[in-house]
């Protein structure tokens, strides 16, 4: 099915390790981005992607790292885990940077840092 | 200050009655877009409606209707004939159409509402 694939859904990590949450998405679209949503908070952009080879910090980019060499791949990667950083994660895509356009979603990835 | 301020953590309603969940917005801007979005509890986000800051007509989809009143910078869902899977969290998001430096377009959302439908 055509959509946002976010992989895992669940991940546990101890403070201090690294890891890459994976986001693919098979519409071709332009735009993709990255989201943080924690209790009462809504959801926060950590960084967020206009096209292959170009990427760009969002609100809360600080502990995280992007890139985007394919139009369909956008993984973003903790260098060092901290407890500050359990959350749900949440990819997203739309057709273009300049057209009116809803965000497609990912299902999410629930992690957590012990 | 806050970009989309939505007043209400929670709300109930009946079954099949209508219920109106508030978002209210701040921007300098002329144009641009808001959006809902519904988050049930298995996680997903799921796209509701979508309104312009310049679209004349209220947005409507199904049950779902967006009373846009740009005067007062606010942008309410309304859900007709509540049924029981509407029972989730609901946000409200607003695209800003100034364009930044790379010509991108960002996503702002509110804290949400949790929305509970009673049998």
């Known amino acids: 099915n055509a959509g946002v694939t976010q992989t895992p859904k669940f991940q546990v990590l101890k403070t201090g390790q690294s890891m890459t949450l994976q986001c693919a998405q098979d519409?071709?679209?332009?735009?993709m981005s990255w989201y943080r949503q924690d209790p009462g908070m809504g959801l926060r952009l950590i960084h967020y992607?206009?096209?292959?080879?170009?990427?760009d910090q969002g609100e809360v980019p600080n502990g995280y790292n992007v890139s985007r060499s394919t139009t369909e791949d956008f993984p973003l990667r903790l260098l060092s885990a901290a407890p500050s950083q359990t959350s749900v994660y949440f990819c997203?895509?739309?057709?273009?940077?300049?057209?009116?356009?809803?965000?497609?979603f990912g299902q999410g990835t629930r992690l957590t840092v012990v | 200050a806050q970009k989309i301020t939505q007043t209400q953590p929670g709300m109930f309603v009946q079954e099949k009655e209508a219920v109106t969940l508030d978002c209210t917005y701040d921007?300098?801007?002329?144009?641009?877009?808001l959006f809902w979005y519904k988050q049930p509890s298995s996680g997903e986000m799921i796209f509701l409606i979508y309104?312009?800051?310049?679209d004349e007509q209220n947005a409507t989809e199904g049950r779902y209707s967006l009373n846009f009143q740009k005067a007062r910078k606010s942008a309410n869902l309304v859900i007709s004939a509540s049924q029981l899977g509407d029972s989730a969290m609901y946000f409200c998001?607003?695209?800003?159409?100034?364009?930044w430096g790379d010509g991108s377009e960002k996503l702002v959302f509110g804290k949400g509402t949790k929305l509970t439908v009673n049998p």
């Open positions: 997203a895509s739309s057709y273009s940077v300049r057209r009116v356009a809803e965000a497609f």
């Open positions: 519409m071709n679209h332009e735009y």
């Open positions: 992607s206009v096209g292959a080879g170009i990427t």
């Open positions: 921007t300098s801007d002329q144009s641009y877009g």
């Open positions: 309104q312009g800051s310049y």
């Open positions: 998001a607003m695209r800003e159409d100034r364009r």
